[in-house]
């Protein structure tokens, strides 16, 4: 069984749209996370919910809005579609916030044309 | 701020041991970790340390910690071609957040 799932596993899309890439946790955990990976391997936190509350909120453009309907989703939904939006988004949940082990899913490459 | 840095390559031979180095700043670090990704796929969990340890051993692998000098190490012992992968170096200090590495991609020679 998939314990972190991410759909879909490719995107592409044009400059401007929306999309929204989905997260699912089957783990049982009470924290989930978003990281954005750029063309460099850098992997940097964008957002985590604990228990459907946001706890992290970095620098990201508002374009990028969150949503948790339950402690086993964290979606992750963007609006006007930039170029350099293009990267790999993993979803990763957790138990807890305290620095327990944090279990990634497969990665949305999204690709902006 | 918080700070995580591992050189970028490191490539070795198959059979021989490959450490893997990386360097953090925040003192507040609570947990160490390793991560692997190999291409394609996500990030998985190698193994961690809690801070006040100073060894953990896991079958092949070995990571040392040296808190004074927040310096921590990943030694894999016989190195397969299947450990060619980046590494991901992370810490969880006091806040929320899990700092990661810019990864240290393993090339192993047959």
């Known amino acids: 069984d998939t314990a972190v799932s991410q759909t879909p596993k490719y995107l592409v899309t044009q400059m401007g749209n929306d999309k929204s890439i989905k997260c699912e946790q089957n783990?049982?955990?009470?924290?989930m996370y978003w990281y954005k990976q750029d063309s460099k391997k850098f992997l940097k936190i964008m957002f985590s919910?604990?228990?459907?509350?946001?706890?992290i909120n970095e620098t990201v453009p508002n374009r990028f809005s969150p949503k948790s309907p339950d402690k086993a989703h964290l979606n992750l939904h963007i609006n006007s579609l930039e170029l350099g939006d293009s990267a790999v988004y993993f979803c990763?949940?957790?138990?807890?916030?305290?620095?327990?082990?944090?279990?990634f899913g497969p990665g949305t490459r999204l690709l902006v044309l | 701020g918080e700070d995580v840095e591992q050189s970028l390559f490191l490539s070795v031979r198959e059979g021989d041991s490959s450490v893997i180095n990386c360097t953090y700043t925040?003192?507040?670090?609570?947990?160490l970790y390793w991560y692997k990704q190999e291409p394609g796929a996500g990030l998985q969990l190698l193994t961690y340390?809690?801070?006040?340890?100073d060894m953990k051993q896991d079958q092949r692998l070995t990571v040392l910690l040296n808190k004074k000098d927040k310096h921590l190490s990943l030694r894999i012992a016989d190195t397969q071609t299947g450990d060619s992968a980046i590494y991901f170096c992370?810490?969880?200090?006091?806040?929320?957040?899990?700092?990661f590495g810019a990864g240290t991609r393993l090339f192993v020679k047959a």
């Open positions: 925040d003192s507040s670090s609570t947990y």
């Open positions: 992370a810490e969880r200090g006091g806040g929320f957040k899990t700092i």
């Open positions: 340390i809690f801070s006040n340890m």
């Open positions: 919910y604990n228990n459907k509350e946001l706890i």
């Open positions: 990763a949940s957790s138990q807890g916030t305290r620095g327990e082990t944090q279990y």
């Open positions: 783990l049982g955990h009470d924290t």
